[in-house]
């Protein structure tokens, strides 16, 4: 199966289309880190990610993991842990990104493997799939409402990628 983001604001599978949004300056096949585009291409998926305080686990076939105070997400060019989950403690020196948030975008997200096996430094980091209200750009992410996530969340496995135009 495969996720296809057919423009800025459509996100297709199976016989389903669902709106969506992308990054404030679009598409990009040479992403870097902070230009506010999501990359181009054909990527895995990682685990599906969720605030077991505020929602149900969700119904999926990939990997469930409830994201906890400490949990944060390495955006640091210049860290050896970047583009990877990362345990926050108080004299941490790197920049990073909350994954436990006031706002409910991260109530549910999934891992979009870009630049993530043996990560690049400066190609972009921390690109997910994740929930919107009002479907503003985001950073480099896609967005979806979260009626839309889980149904998403459903139909797919492990073997499920995602195309990006």
Known sequence: MIIIIKNKDTLLVDDF???????????????????????????????????ADRVQKPLSKLRSIPIKKNMGWCDDPNSKFYNK???????LKINYEKLYR????????????????????FKGSAIFLHLTKNYLPTKGCIALSEKDFLILAKLISKKTKIKIN
């Open 102 to 121: 006031k706002d409910h975008k991260y109530d549910f997200f999934i891992l979009i493997k870009y630049n993530h096996k043996n990560p690049i430094r």
């Open 85 to 91: 989950q990362i345990e926050i403690k108080k004299n």
């Open 17 to 51: 289309k669902f709106r969506c949004s992308i990054g404030k300056n679009g598409f990009s096949k040479k992403k870097l880190e902070g230009d506010l585009t999501t990359p181009k291409g054909k990527f895995n998926l990682g685990n599906i990610y969720y605030r």
